[in-house]
């Protein structure tokens, strides 16, 4: 990866005003978190990009610490990513990295392999911007299930059942619809940006095109304060839309393909970028799938209404199936609910607890309770059928 021209001219000189990595993000609760370091001769860097077993570092002096060594910890959840913040012994042979401040937010998915370990592809994060192609038909699925993730990623080492530093944080997520120039005019644009809005509640839905210019003046006042991270699929425009914000070509681009309008998987790093307006940009490559991990909260803002629907069922325990009383079944009946959503909703709450029962014997205890009922009420349901009584 190319730098940009704005670390080559990173000023060396501090102030009273403004620390040396201030345009990285330091503040005085880092300083307060890395001053038992400071006492030990280390000195504060902030990753910038992770490979192979190295990492790249930004220090006070202004220098680029390339291919920095650390330690890789049996836990994935622990293993050093873009956007941490590190104590670095910068003047070791080999430079090393021995101790990482606790994280105040992490993006963390599930991995695809059959262990359904957590992977955090970003920390110490402010905004989560969801990138969304409008070149391909909208996977409204694909946005819930970015949203449930994203409303999820707080607390950075509080996911790792430990206090964060600087107290709970959040990361704002808001999702970006890209390459709008293709959108051939604004009502269809308009309706667009509303059926997102709909799956998304609260959340800021932006269009935005590199091409023209649109929506990019809005999206860089987002992001001129704290960090953000560039999140999507493959050809949604992410490494074209961070060269807009620098002002020029530091992530390479291609284009995606004309028939599924896919890219080509150009980024494969996740690189930590300062922007010329301020604030700070990490552009990841593009996401083939998006496991939740421990999602719970994020699914339930995500879904707000279904569970506000779910409180006015006449059980308690209502699975929204066929049972008496169930107003979500009544709203999907009336047409106030799509299918769609609740079906989308369901498949991700199970989905997520897959995966908290793989490491939670109590969660674990309840799915093979609840199978054990169904089975129960099927067999006693063909009894029925067939006149048979138990």
């Given amino acids: ?18 620390h040396p990595l201030a345009a990285y993000g330091w503040d005085d609760d880092w300083a307060d978190a890395f001053a038992p370091y400071a006492a030990q001769g280390l000195v504060p860097g902030r990753v910038l990009r992770v490979d192979r077993g190295r990492c790249d570092l930004i220090t006070p002096e202004g220098t680029v610490l390339a291919d920095t060594a650390f330690v890789v910890p049996r836990d994935p959840m622990r293993i050093i990513c ?14 090393f990295v021995r101790a990482l401040l606790p994280r105040r937010t992490a993006f963390v998915r599930s991995t695809s392999s059959k262990r359904s370990e957590g992977q955090v592809l970003a920390t ?11 070149a391909v038909e909208l996977d409204l699925g694909r946005v819930e299930r970015f949203l449930a993730l994203a409303l999820s990623s707080s607390g950075g080492d509080a996911l790792l059942g430990e206090a964060a530093g600087a107290g709970e944080r959040t990361a704002a997520p808001l999702v970006l619809l890209t390459k709008a120039d293709l959108v051939p005019d604004a009502v269809t644009l308009s309706h667009l940006v509303q059926d997102v809005e709909r799956v998304a509640p609260g959340v800021q839905v932006l269009p ?35 060269n807009t914000l620098l002002g020029e070509d530091v992530m ?20 930590l970028l300062v922007l010329p307006s301020g604030g700070v940009l990490i552009d990841t490559p593009g996401l083939r799938g998006v496991g939740l991990w421990d999602a719970e909260v994020g699914v339930g803002q ?44 369901r498949k ?4 997520n607890q897959r995966i908290v029962a793989k490491t939670d014997a109590r969660v674990r205890a309840e799915i093979r309770k609840d199978w054990k009922r169904k089975g129960a009420e099927g067999r006693a349901a063909m009894d029925a059928k067939r006149g048979r009584i138990r």
């Fill in 252 to 271: 390479t681009v291609r284009a995606a393909r004309d028939v599924d309008g896919k890219g080509r998987h150009t980024t494969t790093t996740r690189n």
């Fill in 302 to 345: 995500v879904f707000s209404e279904i569970e506000d629907l779910a409180a006015d069922c006449r059980f308690h325990d209502c699975a929204h199936e066929a049972e008496p009383g169930c107003a979500v079944r009544a709203a999907i009946e009336d047409g106030v609910l799509p299918e769609r959503r609740f079906d989308s909703y």
């Fill in 348 to 351: 991700l709450l199970r989905e």
């Fill in 208 to 242: 935005v095109s590199s091409a023209t210019g649109e929506g990019i003046d809005v999206f860089s006042a987002i992001v001129s304060g704290g960090t953000s991270v560039l999140l999507g699929t493959s050809g949604a425009g992410k490494s074209t839309l961070a």
């Fill in 124 to 134: 110490n994060i402010d905004h989560i911007a969801i990138c969304v192609s409008l």
């Fill in 1 to 18: 990866m190319s730098l940009p021209s704005s670390l080559s001219s990173f000023s060396t000189s501090a102030s009273s005003a403004a």
């Fill in 82 to 95: 873009t956007g941490d913040w590190a104590a670095v012994d910068a003047d070791g042979d080999p430079r």
